[in-house]
Structures are given as C-alpha cells and as structure tokens.
C-alpha cells in the first residue's frame, strides 16, 4: 500500500495530559492531536521541561494520559493491562530512554539481550546481531562491563543498541547524541540514516545535524504540539 494512504502507526487524538505536585495541578498538554505514518521519521525538539520526554513516553504507553485516546498499529494503549501492554511494546517498539535505564546486575552484552529473552525469542540468533552493533558503536571492548563501569556516553549506546537488538518496526530515541563524543555521534548519525524509510523514527534531539532527515519537525508548546516550519 501507498506510504501515504496508509492508517496512521501512531495516533494521539484529543489527548490531555497533567501532573500533580502536591496539591497543585500541573497540565502539559490540552486536547493534544498527533498522527505519524508507517517509516516517518519525525523529530522532536524545544527547551528542557517542554515535554518531549513525556510525549515518548505516553506513546509507548509508559505513562497513562488523563484523557483522550492513544493508538499504536490501531491498538487503543487503554485497553491494554500491564501485562499485555509490555508485550506488544516489547515486540513492536524499541525505545531509548534519557537516563538509559539498563540493569546494573547484568552485563552489557546481558542487557542488550534481554529484549530476546523478556520477548522469549531464542538468544542464539540474535548474539551476532549484538556483537555487530557492539562493534559498530565501539563498544565491543566493553560487552562484559558492568553498567557502574562505565561512562554516560557508553551507556547511552548500549541503550541504544538494546533498542534495536530486536529490529522493531518503531522506534523512540531520547537524545540519542547527548554526552557523545564527534565520532560515535556520526555513528549514530549514521544508523539513523540507514533505519530510516525502514522504520517509523521518532526522534528527540537538540541536534541540527539530525533536522534535515525529518518528515516534520515538532516542538511542544502551549499544551500541543507546535509544527516547526523549515529545518532551519
Ligand atoms: N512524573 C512526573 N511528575 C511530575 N512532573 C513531571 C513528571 N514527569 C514530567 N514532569 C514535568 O513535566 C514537564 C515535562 O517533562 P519532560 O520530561 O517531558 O520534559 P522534556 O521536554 O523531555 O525536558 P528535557 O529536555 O529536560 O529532557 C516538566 O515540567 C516536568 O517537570
Ligand atoms: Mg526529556
């Protein structure tokens, strides 16, 4: 079927989202609409505490809106249970989080492929798959690290490793260039590049040298989210 005339993968329709502190109610977003098509590649951008982080998570389905409907592939996220709900996340979205989140009890190696065991698919096949994304972040060196040993930067890829250990068909990047040095930046760079058209891509990023490879570009402002016109 035609890119273009295909459903949404992604939808958010009407959503409403607020936190409290306290007694006191904090809103982010108000009746907050967002559709993105299979293989786009769309970035999100803006100043710290805008809400990009957020936006990830209520797709991944990590944190609950107040109200309004999230769809992934046409699946309400609320009809989901806990249970359920991490297993289509962990067999359609591959996510990297901000802070990274691996676990500090197992290996680097281990925790890239503990998608493969928690979506109870064979380790053996993907291990050549890890130590070739290993090798191309240049990472090997440190596959049986613990996390504590190693630096913000290599922790960070190995997040990001682990989120395309399984090739998902979506996949969530939190600040993926942030803390890295000019080389694994390119790296990573370049792996955007190449999943790109392959995958639907959603991207935070400060990063201006990921901009032109956007679909479109969003910034959340005013309780939605603002397209940002031109790449500049
Ligand atoms: N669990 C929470 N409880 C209370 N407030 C929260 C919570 N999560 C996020 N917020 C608030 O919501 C706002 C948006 O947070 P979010 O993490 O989405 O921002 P961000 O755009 O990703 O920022 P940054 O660029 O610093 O990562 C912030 O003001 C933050 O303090
Ligand atoms: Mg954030």
Not at 5 to 13: F, G, K
Not at 140 to 167: C, D, K, N, T, W
Request: proline share 4%.
């Amino acid at each position: 079927m035609d890119k273009d005339t295909s459903p949404p993968i992604i939808e958010l329709h009407g959503v409403f989202k607020h936190f409290k502190i306290g007694k006191e109610k904090i809103d982010l977003f108000k009746d907050l609409d967002f559709a993105c098509n299979e293989k786009d590649f769309v970035v999100f951008t803006g100043p710290s505490g805008c809400g990009k982080t957020t936006i990830l998570q209520i797709i991944a389905g990590l944190t609950r809106v107040n109200q309004g409907k999230v769809k992934v592939f046409g699946h309400e996220l609320d009809n989901f249970n806990e249970e359920s709900l991490a297993l289509f996340r962990s067999s359609t979205i591959g996510i990297v989080f901000q802070l990274g989140h691996l676990i500090e009890t197992l290996t680097v190696l281990e925790n890239i492929l503990l998608p493969v065991e928690l979506a109870q698919r064979d380790e053996r096949d993907y291990e050549k798959r890890a130590w070739d994304l290993l090798n191309e972040f240049y990472m090997s060196h440190r596959a049986h690290s613990l996390p504590r040993m190693i630096s913000g930067g290599e922790y960070q890829r190995v997040a990001f490793i682990r989120a395309l250990i399984l090739e998902p068909q979506i996949l969530l990047v939190d600040e993926p260039t942030a803390n890295q040095d000019e080389q694994t930046k390119q790296a990573i760079f370049r792996k955007l590049t190449e999943l790109k058209g392959q995958k639907t891509i959603l991207v935070i990023t400060h990063s201006r040298d990921i901009f032109p490879q956007a679909d479109r570009i969003y910034i959340p402002s005013e309780f939605k989210l603002r397209e940002k016109n031109g790449i500049a």
